[in-house]
């Protein structure tokens, strides 16, 4: 059996993130058949402080402009809620 690029891309991927200390947000299209959600669920797994956001109406090519808003938001949460983080 061959590995898909999904595959292999979720497990170079999150070993580079298992080395992370810092918070790391994973954005996955739900539609995307390239880095589908399990394989962005993989890499938010893999450190300790991952998340990740399925972008519902998304898939891997439109997945930049479909996240844009969410990633914001979030990112003005977070800042409120960890100030310290912030810089």
Do not use: W, Y
Request: net charge positive; charged share 25%; hydrophobic share 35%.
């Amino acid at each position: 059996r061959f590995s898909t690029t999904a595959e292999n891309l979720g497990r170079s991927t999150s070993r580079s993130a298992a080395g992370l200390g810092c918070r790391l947000k994973v954005f996955i299209g739900a539609h995307d058949r390239i880095a589908p959600p399990r394989t962005g669920r993989a890499i938010a797994e893999s450190t300790r402080r991952g998340a990740i956001r399925i972008i519902e109406d998304a898939g891997h090519v439109d997945l930049p402009k479909a996240c844009a808003s969410h990633l914001a938001r979030d990112l003005r949460t977070d800042m409120a809620a960890s100030p310290q983080e912030a810089g």
